[in-house]
């Protein structure tokens, strides 16, 4: 497991009155809420970030023609790994 860091916040009342409720009602620690809220928001940025660039990229005619290009090149390996 990974070593853990103290990390000082705050929230606002609201936050922590449903953290506490769901912490208690799902009788997990409110830090284990916090940290998979965390990664999944974090998860989420990161995904946001490849469409970006993957939209970027589909604009730049260059960049299509090249992924064409692998694209052609993996099929031809597909056709070639199916024949035997």
Same mark, same amino acid.
């Given at each position: 497991?990974?070593?853990?860091?103290?990390?000082?916040?705050? @929230?606002?009342?609201?936050?922590? =009155?449903? @953290?506490?409720?769901?912490?208690?009602?799902? &009788?997990?620690?409110?830090?284990?809420?916090?940290?998979?809220?965390?990664? #999944?928001?974090?998860?989420? @940025? &990161?995904?946001?970030?490849?469409?970006?660039?993957?939209?970027?990229?589909? &604009?730049?005619?260059?960049?299509?023609?090249?992924?064409?290009?692998?694209?052609?090149?993996?099929?031809?390996?597909? #056709?070639?790994?199916? =024949?035997?």
């Amino acid at each position: 497991m990974p070593k853990s860091v103290s990390y000082t916040s705050t @929230l606002s009342q609201e936050v922590m =009155a449903m @953290l506490e409720q769901y912490a208690a009602k799902l &009788k997990v620690s409110k830090n284990k809420i916090i940290e998979d809220a965390l990664k #999944r928001y974090m998860s989420a @940025l &990161k995904r946001a970030e490849f469409t970006r660039g993957f939209s970027r990229a589909a &604009k730049d005619r260059e960049q299509v023609l090249l992924a064409e290009e692998g694209l052609d090149d993996f099929l031809e390996i597909v #056709r070639r790994y199916e =024949a035997g």
